[in-house]
């Protein structure tokens, strides 16, 4: 994935994934994220990626980059307490959200 990005990460409206993501692989969109380059980033979409505790929290942390952000979808995604306090922290840092 990292390729992908690196090559549409100005342009990257939406991201949407619907397959199991393992622990490298959420990693591999943590560090995206967390390089504060996906402005135009509007719409996060994991549905049914069992992203579990640990690849959820890597990501939630590296939304904090992310406060444009306006849509969030974490359906099945088994992220349990850990990644909700990761969430929960990021959402905190970013003020006002415009998350609907």
Known sequence: LLPFFRNNINRLAQLELN????LECA???AF????????SLESLRFEDCNL????FAVIATALRN???????????NNIG???CIALGE???GWG???LK
Not at 32 to 39: A, I, K, S, T
Not at 66 to 74: A, D, K, V, W
């Open 81 to 83: 307490l850990t990644g």
């Open 27 to 29: 990693q591999s969109i």
């Open 52 to 55: 579990g505790e640990t690849g």
């Open 19 to 22: 397959f199991e993501v393992g």
């Open 96 to 98: 006002t959200s415009n």
């Open 66 to 76: 992310q406060p444009q952000l306006e849509e969030l979808h974490l359906e099945h």
């Open 32 to 39: 995206v994220l967390d390089e504060n380059r996906c402005q």
């Open 90 to 92: 990021t959402l905190r």
